[in-house]
């Protein structure tokens, strides 16, 4: 019997992730930018994703295939006064990101994100400019 090559999908997934983020109607009525890095300076609002953390799915999976968990985080960072924009924006992220199953280079077929987890922060860190930190954790299972 020939053995199952687990394959890791990071950069399948992330290139899929960001294609959404930049792409989905859910997310044109916002002017925030994408990143896998965010260069110092960067006005906010803006989303940063990435964090990703790949196992062997303890979901489903058989001798003849070896399906991966992988969970990413999709950071929100505003300076609104308030919740309200790092709400919307959080909440538009969620839509584009389960609304749409991912296309993912490498896998024969699409699939779906889960919202597993999402909070927002007030970070105070720099006192003349607090600023809101939304986090959403998704979880996507793949199979090759």
Same mark, same amino acid.
Request: with cysteine; aromatic share 12%.
């Given at each position: 019997?020939?053995?199952?090559?687990?394959?890791? !999908?990071?950069?399948?997934?992330?290139?899929?992730?960001?294609?959404?983020?930049?792409?989905?109607?859910?997310?044109?009525?916002?002017?925030?930018?994408?990143?896998?890095?965010?260069?110092?300076?960067?006005?906010?609002?803006?989303?940063?994703?990435?964090?990703?953390? $790949?196992?062997?799915?303890?979901?489903? !999976?058989?001798?003849?295939?070896?399906?991966?968990?992988?969970?990413?985080?999709?950071?929100?960072?505003?300076?609104?006064?308030?919740?309200?924009?790092? !709400? $919307?924006?959080?909440?538009?992220?969620?839509?584009?990101?389960?609304?749409?199953?991912?296309?993912?280079?490498?896998?024969?077929?699409?699939?779906?994100?889960?919202? $597993?987890?999402? $909070?927002?922060?007030?970070?105070?860190?720099?006192?003349?400019?607090?600023?809101?930190?939304?986090?959403?954790?998704?979880?996507?299972?793949?199979?090759?």
């Amino acid at each position: 019997m020939a053995e199952i090559m687990r394959q890791i !999908g990071i950069s399948a997934v992330g290139a899929a992730v960001y294609t959404c983020l930049t792409t989905s109607a859910y997310m044109t009525g916002y002017t925030t930018i994408v990143y896998n890095f965010v260069p110092e300076g960067t006005d906010m609002p803006y989303i940063r994703f990435g964090d990703f953390m $790949d196992r062997r799915s303890a979901m489903f !999976g058989s001798r003849d295939f070896a399906p991966e968990d992988i969970a990413f985080m999709v950071h929100v960072f505003s300076n609104y006064q308030g919740d309200k924009e790092c !709400g $919307d924006i959080m909440s538009a992220v969620t839509k584009a990101l389960t609304a749409t199953a991912l296309s993912i280079t490498g896998y024969s077929t699409l699939y779906n994100c889960e919202l $597993d987890y999402s $909070d927002v922060m007030v970070d105070d860190s720099e006192p003349a400019q607090p600023c809101r930190h939304g986090i959403l954790r998704f979880l996507i299972r793949v199979c090759p």
